[in-house]
């Protein structure tokens, strides 16, 4: 089969009627350094689509270590853990389905540091770190990157909320849209920075599809990395929608989409109504791939995610290409080999695209049963066929499945080789289990000295992080180097929210209750009725007497009933808490009450109550002794910063 077939979507759902194919044998694990093992395998079968190499650490559950291409018979795995001991297992596939697992071989990481990684002895000043700042790391084995600078960086700080973003000139933003606004700067949803500034991307005018934000490169190249955060907000939840193209590169002049045969083409899309996707790979020589790899990332909503992406489309007739990517620190996909391959005259990537499509449409039945309502087949409209179609009216008459993205800390470059800063002291904890990390700015680079530019990004002052040089093949330090972010340097952790009241059940006929937290710093909050709601989604503001004391009234109680409110605060700076603050209030049942009789707390005048108070009325008496509740436990709370 062509190798410039890519590896489909891994998945067990498939119908095809083909048997699936013969299983891998002779799987063998060569340990290559304290980071690295390369695994060999028997190709047994000459239909398989590619291989999926799965991996178990220290005996626990296998995960996807990496997907490869057809014919494949060596893969490396990357940035282990040293000191462990790991199980591997290869399974083959292609339209007939899935092997079974060949038999797995362990394979031991040494203790010791893996001389080819890039090692930090040093840095210059010594911490603390500062936004804007610039710093020297000396050590080995940090390569070569020419030129230092990254391709693009862009903070977005010096810009003003509600301005255009770019225009038509070379490596400069690029943008378009069809109908409605275009990208616009934005400070609804400060991700860190002094301005809190990002670029708003808009589908809510009906025909809104396109709203373009890119980078157009006309020099070129076969190897991107890039990395940005992204904020999304939709009407219906992460359900609406068909299409969503998360990031793409494209050939052609400044807004060229390049989507026929004849062009390089990647992109990943997902489409979020059936929580499926594809990364889709076309080469030049009419090999227009559209089935590739898998997705691997469901559309989260009111949270800002960081995604990173390394592609390299390989040399000519060769199939050594190379995809990776990342969802906030975690390694989500990685593919070697054979699943591309550019054949005769393939130019390179002149076009990066952020978001740049939403389609704003659904699967609708049309006919038979059930018609305007939303499908995923032909049986849900009664079984006729095509009653279940794509139809921008399926949206429309469920209010047009608009959507918001905001991106922002957007770097693009032509190689891996670049310096990160994150909340975890190992790489292997920030690729298995996910971490905060903020790329940083280099300026200079040699073997044994970068110099870079701080990006504090969302990172909180006073807060441990640790250096990671990563150099163009990859490798990186496994051990980061320890430093911290200077206490004057910007503010950009929500508000600490604590003591939750009430804080047991209320007593037996209580109908309306005073609900309250503290906070460890002059904020205002707000509360939601349903979880996961984005602080500005929030309709309800709690009243505060002093900044950190914070109360509300909830009504409506009956006996033997749980009710809950979701709290999200903000401070001066913008910094909103990005998960909920649950407060519960729980009113007995008199089966509940029974034993405790005597001792209910409630006022008999208005079927109220204060926690705590017993025969208090509500609003500014419970505010100020909530007030006087805070300022005598001021010194046993202490003042520390974080988020709960």
Not at 531 to 548: F, H, K, N
Not at 560 to 575: I, K, P, Q, W
Not at 607 to 626: E, H, T, Y
Request: aromatic letters at 10%.
């Amino acid at each position: 089969m062509s190798a410039a077939i890519a590896v489909g979507v891994w998945a067990t759902a498939h119908t095809a009627q083909a048997a699936p194919p013969a299983e891998p044998s002779a799987l063998q694990a060569e340990v290559l350094s304290s980071t690295k093992i390369r695994l060999t395998w028997q190709d047994n079968s000459t239909d398989e689509r590619g291989f999926r190499l799965e991996r178990s650490a220290a005996g626990g559950d296998f995960v996807t270590a990496g997907i490869i291409g057809p014919d494949a018979t060596v893969f490396t795995d990357t940035w282990l853990t040293p000191g462990t001991t790991y199980t591997y297992r290869v399974v083959s596939h292609s339209g007939g389905g899935t092997s079974q697992p060949c038999a797995p071989v362990d394979g031991t990481t040494p203790s010791d540091v893996d001389p080819d990684n890039p090692l930090v002895s040093a840095m210059a000043p010594e911490i603390p770190l500062e936004h804007g700042n610039t710093h020297q790391l000396t050590g080995a084995q940090f390569g070569d990157k020419t030129p230092a600078e990254p391709l693009k960086w862009d903070d977005f700080e010096s810009a003003a909320a509600g301005g255009l973003i770019g225009e038509r000139v070379a490596n400069g933003w690029y943008t378009e849209q069809r109908e409605g606004d275009p990208p616009l700067y934005s400070d609804e949803y400060a991700r860190g920075g002094a301005s809190g500034v990002s670029v708003k991307q808009d589908y809510v005018t009906a025909g809104q599809y396109n709203c373009n934000f890119g980078l157009h490169v006309p020099e070129g190249s076969t190897e991107y990395f890039v990395s940005f955060h992204r904020y999304a907000v939709t009407q219906t939840g992460p359900d609406s929608g068909r299409n969503y193209k998360i990031m793409s590169l494209r050939t052609g002049g400044a807004g060229h989409w390049g989507t026929d045969d004849s062009h390089l083409e990647f992109r990943h899309d997902i489409y979020p109504y059936s929580e499926s996707g594809h990364t889709h790979l076309g080469d030049c020589d009419s090999n227009n791939v559209a089935d590739t790899l898998g997705h691997g990332y469901d559309l989260n909503q009111n949270r800002w995610e960081r995604f990173d992406y390394y592609m390299n489309a390989g040399d000519l007739a060769v199939a050594n290409g190379k995809y990776d990517r990342w969802l906030d620190g975690q390694v989500a996909m990685r593919a070697d080999g054979g699943w591309l391959v550019r054949n005769g005259g393939c130019e390179t990537w002149t076009n990066v695209y952020l978001n740049g499509y939403w389609a704003r449409d659904r699967q609708t039945c049309t006919s038979g049963t059930n018609v305007g309502e939303w499908c995923s087949d032909d049986s849900e409209c009664g079984g006729a066929a095509d009653s279940c179609t794509f139809s921008g009216l399926g949206c429309e008459l469920h209010g047009g499945c608009w959507a918001n993205f905001w991106t922002d800390d957007v770097y693009i470059d032509t190689t891996r080789a670049r310096v990160e800063v994150c909340d975890r002291a190992a790489w292997s904890q920030k690729t298995s289990l996910g971490a905060h990390c903020e790329i940083q700015v280099p300026k200079t680079w040699s073997p044994t000295e970068i110099t870079f530019e701080v990006n504090q990004g969302a990172f909180g002052n006073d807060e441990p992080v640790w250096i990671f040089v990563v150099d163009r093949d990859g490798n990186v330090n496994e051990q980061g180097y320890e430093a911290s972010f200077h206490s004057t340097g910007l503010d950009t952790t929500p508000p600490y929210r604590f003591d939750p009241r009430p804080s047991e059940p209320l007593p037996v006929g209580t109908s309306r209750a005073a609900i309250g937290l503290l906070t460890n710093e002059a904020a205002t909050c707000r509360f939601a009725t349903t979880a996961d709601q984005a602080y500005e989604q929030m309709a309800e503001e709690l009243a505060s007497s002093d900044g950190t004391s914070h109360g509300a009234e909830v009504t409506g109680l009956t006996d033997g009933s749980t009710t809950l409110r979701y709290v999200r605060c903000t401070d001066a700076a913008g910094n909103a808490n990005r998960d909920d603050f649950v407060i519960t209030v729980t009113v007995q049942s008199p089966i509940d009450a029974a034993a405790g009789a005597g001792a209910d707390g409630s006022d008999s005048d208005c079927g109220c109550s204060v926690p705590g108070r017993r025969g208090a009325s509500l609003g500014l008496a419970w505010l100020l002794a909530l007030a006087a509740w805070r300022r005598a436990r001021r010194g046993g709370y202490g003042g520390s910063r974080g988020a709960s």
